[in-house]
């Protein structure tokens, strides 16, 4: 169920199940698998979720019904998974789906064809799908899944929502060091990740997120006097706020483990600082920071004034009560 992806691709998954609630599914998604190796389940399982008429009443996915029988057994009709026949997908592929999905639906409004290598398209194909993505017809999704969008022609992708997929993140070996277990939990590249392991940036940025928190623990208010401004040099921009707040929610999660009797995921290097604030808070505040944290972190999305943001994330802080 779709659930099962909460844990692996938390930002997709919630991108989605926003768009169920709020009804605003989209007839085409490009999915960036960024190394991702469940891409496909993913892809499938999202269909179900959509097909399935219970899922919108039955938060725990039903299996039973007809759908979800037939889906699981490959033989929903209503469901096409494209894959490439040799080297391409071939136009002959997308034209016997064009025909079987212009005849009515049997079981419910919807049709949804997955293209799995949306990279092996082939001029003709990738013209065939285009025409279907310009001309949508109701009641059918296209779901496309590819490695990376740079792969697929622009014109492609400028008709769908792209969602990225992140690699799933490595079992925290507990030798790697707190700069690389953030590296990996904080980017869905190797490349990106090759870049932060090697600049001298990744460590201040760590170290100042880290003197942050320690001293808003100690400080409260004052944090918004003496560590703001020096905060937002460190962090200056949309991206690297967004990056910080995520690394803030990890550092709280780690004192929640450490309250809970479980082991510190993250900031290991960090565990007096860690104990402390665990001392000093109960486990219903420290998961009140963290709701607030990410209350506010989902606005760094949208053009929010950074120096604002930082104030009102102490004073949200701050209104937690201990
Ligand atoms: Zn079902």
């Known amino acids: 169920m779709l659930d099962d992806f909460q844990i692996d691709q938390p930002i ?144 492609i992708v400028s008709r769908c929502q792209v969602l990225s997929l992140k690699k799933e993140n490595y079992t925290i070996n507990s030798d790697f060091s707190l700069k690389k277990r953030l590296a990996y939990y904080s980017f869905h590249t190797l490349e990106d990740i090759e870049n932060f392991l090697q600049t001298e940036e990744s460590d201040q940025k760590i170290e100042c997120m880290v003197e942050y928190l320690n001293y808003f623990e100690k400080k409260g208010y004052q944090t918004i006097i003496y560590k703001n401004k020096a905060f937002l040099e460190t962090f200056p921009d949309k991206n690297s706020l967004y990056l910080v707040f995520n690394w803030f929610i990890l550092y709280y999660k780690d004192v929640l483990n450490y309250q809970l009797g479980k082991k510190i995921d993250y900031f290991k290097e960090y565990e007096n600082s860690i104990m402390e604030i665990a001392k000093e808070n109960t486990i219903l505040s420290i998961s009140q920071k963290i709701e607030r944290i990410l209350e506010l972190s989902e606005k760094i999305k949208y053009n929010v004034n950074a120096t604002m943001l930082m104030d009102k994330l102490v004073i949200d802080l701050m209104e937690v009560k201990k």
């Open 12 to 155: 997709v998954y919630k991108t989605l199940l926003n768009a169920i609630q709020k009804n605003t599914i989209t007839h085409a998604y490009l999915i960036e698998l960024n190394g991702y190796s469940k891409g496909l389940d993913f892809a499938k399982t999202f269909a179900k979720y959509l097909l399935c008429p219970h899922h919108y009443t039955n938060a725990l996915n039903c299996k039973e019904c007809y759908q979800c029988k037939t889906i699981d057994d490959g033989n929903f009709l209503e469901l096409k998974i494209i894959q490439p026949d040799g080297q391409w997908i071939k136009k002959e592929q997308l034209e016997e789906l064009q025909q079987e999905f212009n005849r009515k639906a049997l079981v419910g409004n919807q049709k949804i064809y997955i293209i799995d290598g949306a990279d092996k398209l082939n001029t003709y194909s990738a013209n065939s799908i285009l025409k279907f993505l310009e001309e949508p017809v109701p009641g059918i999704i296209a779901i496309l899944l590819v490695e990376n969008a740079y792969q697929v022609m622009n014109t």
